[in-house]
């Protein structure tokens, strides 16, 4: 059996969990090994297991070389733990497991994950409301309209109206957005936008959209500073400052503005110290457990580097605003100091990157299961992360000015036709009030002739049609709107400006040409007197 790439998916987590026990079970080798003055048959040493399995999974393109001995042997722990291996004397579950010597086999079968059963998704993420029918009891005649410009040729194109051939139309007031539509309409598209880029049937498949608060999208949207920084309203939810001044000291090492200089060796590693400490002591990873699916996910998508970042700054928006500004501030200082040539080793036996990345990775990314692979899928997306920060952590632009350009559109007066796919939009007034029966039936007439004015205007303005269909259209316009024709052309002088008659008058002849070619004389009768 061979390692394959799992992509974004459900239980993508449980999917690699599975495939590498079977990996183990299919790959590793066993023997015979002797241990207090017995042979053992199939099983291996606890050193040898962790040799192999580490082989294997630096060489899988699901967790890549970046994979550690240690991390190894966290996941052996696991193994152990849930008997997927026992010790040969079959024992398992309260056993810790060490790179030693101890003897290890494979039970006769070892348990793989089950998959968790959720209820049928559905093919649309979130339906959003039908504002095009108003309320009960509201009445459309209190909204006052104004004209709808259109130029002749789109109108006789597709609707032709003078002709008589469009079917019944009708104007479609949109009920006021209100703060809840416009959250509901964030979500919607947010989420539609996530799962478009994860390439899935339904983004359900991977998160409970239930959990996604619209309120911390809208946030982490527009409350940012010119760093792209979310400011958060509740100040009580900020890192105290003890601990943003050190990572202010670590990320701008040697020049820290903060604190003073050190006055000892080692200073930089018991900041460092302080800094782990503050974020290995909360109960909830900042990406949290809810949206541990969705990032395991955006794993599958690394190959495609472009594609990943879109699903990563997608993701982050679906963060609290405190948990997406804590990392936010975190991967800038783990990203700073990864590349600070002028900071000191922060420890001797790993580099500064490795250190980054096992000291952060339980605290940015953990699955509330313990049967799972979350330390290395952790360590693999704090890595993209730390090297692609910058672009991630912004806000989506392109998602941002799609989404607003959705609720413009939606506060539009629309003026809908039947068997129409597309939709005629003009601003909605920016108030509304009660108005008279009379002040109602003058907008009535006015909003409708206006339009039909303007149209009749163009038709007579246009130079680039000919005169017979120019002729052909007016007369059209007139049989069908006579009170908005006679108005333009109240005269017939008026409309014979449009069209003067040409005075065909044939060019004067010389006088040579009416003469008879020269002829020789003839003798004619005369008259006698």
Known sequence: MEPRLVGPGPYRATRLWNETIELFREGMPLRRHRSLFKN??????????????????????????????NQTIQLLKKFLKNHVIEDIKGRWGKEDFEDDNHLYRFPPSSPLKPYPTRPPYRKEVIKIPDWNVPEAGTSQEHIPVKPLMMNSE??????????????????????ELTQANIEEIWKSMTLSHLQKVLGLDSVDEVLDTKLVNPKHIIHNVYNVNKQGIVILEDKTKELPHWVLSAMKCLANWPSCSDLKQPTYIGFERDVFKTIANYYGQMKEPLLTFHLFDV???????????????EALRVSCLLLPPENRKKLQLLMKMMARISFNKDLPP???????????????SHCILCSRDEVDLDELLAAKLVTFLMDNCQEILNVPSSLQTVIEEHVV????????????????????????????????????????????????????????????DKKKKLKQFQKSYPDVYKERFPTPESEAVLFPEKNKQKPQLLMWALKKPFQPFQRTRSFRM
């Open 409 to 468: 559109h939606l506060r539009r007066v629309q003026i809908k036709y039947a068997d129409s796919d597309t939709d005629t939009t003009f601003p909605a007034p920016s108030f509304y009030c009660q108005i008279s029966t009379d002040e109602f039936e003058y907008q009535r007439v006015t909003g409708s002739q206006e339009p039909l004015a303007a149209l009749l205007e163009e038709i007579t303005m246009n130079k680039e049609i000919s005169v017979k």
């Open 346 to 360: 922060l420890c001797d036996t790993a580099g500064t990157r490795t250190l980054m990345v096992q000291a952060f």
């Open 40 to 69: 053992h048959e199939c099983c291996f040493k606890a050193s040898e297991a962790v040799d192999w399995l580490h082989e294997l999974l630096r060489c899988n393109q699901n967790f890549g070389p970046e994979v550690t001995r």
């Open 295 to 309: 990032f395991v996910s955006v794993l599958g998508l690394l190959q495609k580097n472009k594609k990943a970042i």
């Open 154 to 175: 789109i109108w006789f194109k597709r609707h032709s109206i003078a002709i008589g051939e469009v079917p019944a139309c009708r104007l479609v007031h949109h009920q």
